[in-house]
C-alpha cells in the first residue's frame, strides 16, 4: 500500500534541500573559523532566508499577527531636560509590526538598524516617530509600534534641610502607528507614602481615650499613570511629575536629615490617603493637564498592616478602556529601585 504523508513539514523540506547543496561539497566541512572570509554581495544573495520564504512555509493558522519583534535591546539616548540640558540615559527599545496572515515572518535585525539610525538624535516623541516609520516601511508592515523605557533622573530638594539629590522614575514614551495614524502614550511610575485614614484616627483616639501610645500604619506605594499626550501640546515629563507631587504630596524623600525625617511625619499626617483617594487625586489633576486626554491610573498600596496590598484602577476615556488586565499589572507596580 502506497501512503502518503500529508503531514510533511515545508520548513523540513527546504532545509533538507539546502542541506544537499552543502553536501554537494567533497570531503570533511573546516571546523576553522576563518577570518579572512568576505561576504560579497553576490555571495550573500545565495544566503537562504525563511523568513521571506512563500506562504507555504507557514506553520500554524494563516492569521495576522498583530505584533511581532523584538524587545528590550539596550542603548545609551539623549534626551533634553525641561530647563536644556542633555542627558544620556540607557534605554530599553521594544519595537514589534503587524504581520499580514499570508507572509511568512519579518526580519527583526531590520527593527534595531532602523531605530540606530536616529541614535545621534535627542529622542522626543517626532524622533521615535521618524524611527517608527522607517522600519514600517522597511518591513512593509500595516501597523507598528515603538516603546523606549528609561528611568529619568529629576533634582528633589529636601523638606526641611538644605541637602538635595535625584530622584529617579520609570518612564516610557511609546509611538503607535496603526492605519497611519499615530498616538503618543507616556507612562510614568510616582512612588510615594501612603499614611493609611482610618489608622491614623484608631491612634488618636488611643491617645485622646486612653493615654495609649500608638502610632498610624503607612506603606510606600506606587502610582503608574498611562497617558495619551493630545496632538499639537507641548509635554514634558517634568510637567507630569510636579503634577503628581501635587496630587499627592507625600513623595519619597532622597536626602533626609533628622528635621527633615520629622517633616515627612507631619506632611503624612497631613496627608492620610486611601487607595481610591489616590487614584481620584491624581485623576483630578490629569484631568486639567492640557498634555493629555485620555488616561488610565493604576495604583498599588503595599500594605503594612496587611500580608497583602491594596490596589485601584481609574480610566478615562477609550483609549487604556479594557475589560482584562494583564494577570501580573499589580505585581509589575511593585517598586525596586
Excluded: W
Aim: contains cysteine.
Amino acid at each position: 500500500m502506497n501512503i502518503q504523508n500529508k503531514d510533511i513539514n515545508p520548513l523540513s523540506s527546504v532545509l533538507d534541500d539546502y542541506q544537499q547543496k552543502v553536501q554537494h561539497n567533497e570531503g570533511p566541512l573546516s571546523r576553522d573559523y576563518n577570518d579572512n572570509f568576505e561576504a560579497s554581495s553576490e555571495y550573500v544573495e545565495t544566503l537562504p532566508d525563511l523568513q521571506n520564504g512563500e506562504p507555504s512555509l507557514i506553520r500554524g493558522s494563516k492569521k495576522q499577527i498583530q505584533h511581532v519583534g523584538i524587545s528590550n535591546f539596550k542603548m545609551p539616548l539623549r534626551y533634553k531636560s525641561a530647563d536644556g540640558n542633555l542627558l544620556t540615559l540607557e534605554t530599553s527599545v521594544t519595537g514589534t509590526v503587524s504581520l499580514e496572515a499570508n507572509k511568512k515572518g519579518i526580519n527583526m535585525s531590520r527593527i534595531m538598524r532602523s531605530f540606530y539610525k536616529h541614535s545621534e538624535d535627542t529622542f522626543n516623541f517626532k524622533v521615535v516617530e521618524n524611527a517608527l516609520s522607517d522600519y514600517k516601511e522597511d518591513l512593509d508592515s500595516l501597523d507598528a509600534r515603538i516603546q523606549i523605557r528609561f528611568s529619568f533622573p529629576m533634582l528633589k530638594k529636601s523638606l526641611r534641610s538644605s541637602l538635595e539629590g535625584f530622584q529617579y522614575y520609570n518612564v516610557a514614551l511609546e509611538v503607535l502607528d496603526v492605519e497611519n495614524v499615530c498616538s503618543n502614550i507616556v507612562h510614568l511610575d510616582y512612588v510615594y507614602s501612603s499614611t493609611c485614614p482610618c489608622s491614623l484616627e484608631l491612634s488618636e483616639h488611643a491617645r485622646s481615650e486612653r493615654g495609649q501610645l500608638a502610632t498610624p500604619h503607612s506603606q510606600r506605594s506606587i502610582a503608574r499613570i498611562s497617558a495619551l499626550v493630545a496632538p499639537n501640546k507641548s509635554f514634558s515629563i517634568e510637567e507630569m511629575i510636579l503634577l503628581c507631587r501635587k496630587a499627592i504630596p507625600t513623595e519619597t524623600q532622597v536626602m533626609v536629615k533628622r528635621e527633615d525625617e520629622q517633616a515627612f511625619a507631619e506632611l503624612n499626617a497631613s496627608n492620610p490617603i486611601f487607595v481610591e483617594d489616590a487614584a481620584r487625586l491624581l485623576c483630578e489633576q490629569l484631568q486639567g493637564f492640557e498634555s493629555v486626554t485620555d488616561f488610565r491610573v493604576v495604583v498599588n498600596h503595599q500594605e503594612s498592616l496587611h500580608s497583602h496590598d491594596a490596589v485601584s484602577v481609574l480610566i478615562n476615556g477609550p483609549t487604556f478602556n479594557q475589560t482584562s488586565l494583564d494577570p501580573t499589572l499589580f505585581q509589575s507596580l511593585h517598586h525596586t529601585s
